[in-house]
Nanobody, 127 residues
Framework: QVQLVESGGGSVQAGGSLRLSCAAS????????MGWLRQAPGKEHEFIAA????????YAADSVKARFAISRDNAKKTIYLQMSDLKPEDTAVYYCAAAEPTPDTTMAVTLRESDYWGEGTQVTVSS
């Protein structure tokens, strides 16, 4: 099993930047694909970005891929989401998720369906 704790959220003006962190516990962190999802008020969870177990493959949703970057440090058991040029529509609770690699299934699907999610960190972007 893996436990996840997000940090780094906060309030920022449009155009600003934030870096979210997700610290994991458990012996098998380096074998998990990891990712970020978010939920805005009144909306469903939205997949944002994913990174495979080695860090060699990353994927980001079209809505953020020009502005957000995901990375991981397996030695620190931590993943990051660097967010720049933030917009008011980025306001949401951001969740970290972990999922075991599954053949023929995208990381976005496995992360969304995973039982391993953190509690979330609030990001608020004002105009």
């Amino acid at each position: 099993q893996v436990q996840l704790v997000e940090s780094g959220g906060g309030s920022v003006q449009a155009g600003g930047s934030l870096r979210l962190s997700c610290a994991a516990s458990g012996p098998t962190f380096s074998t998990y694909n990891m990712g970020w999802l978010r939920q805005a008020p009144g909306k469903e969870h939205e997949f944002i970005a994913a990174i495979n177990w080695s860090g060699g493959i990353t994927y980001a949703a079209d809505s953020v891929k020009a502005r957000f970057a995901i990375s991981r440090d397996n030695a620190k058991k931590t993943i990051y989401l660097q967010m720049s040029d933030l917009k008011p529509e980025d306001t949401a609770v951001y969740y970290c998720a972990a999922a075991e690699p599954t053949p023929d299934t995208t990381m976005a699907v496995t992360l969304r369906e995973s039982d391993y999610w953190g509690e979330g960190t609030q990001v608020t972007v004002s105009s």
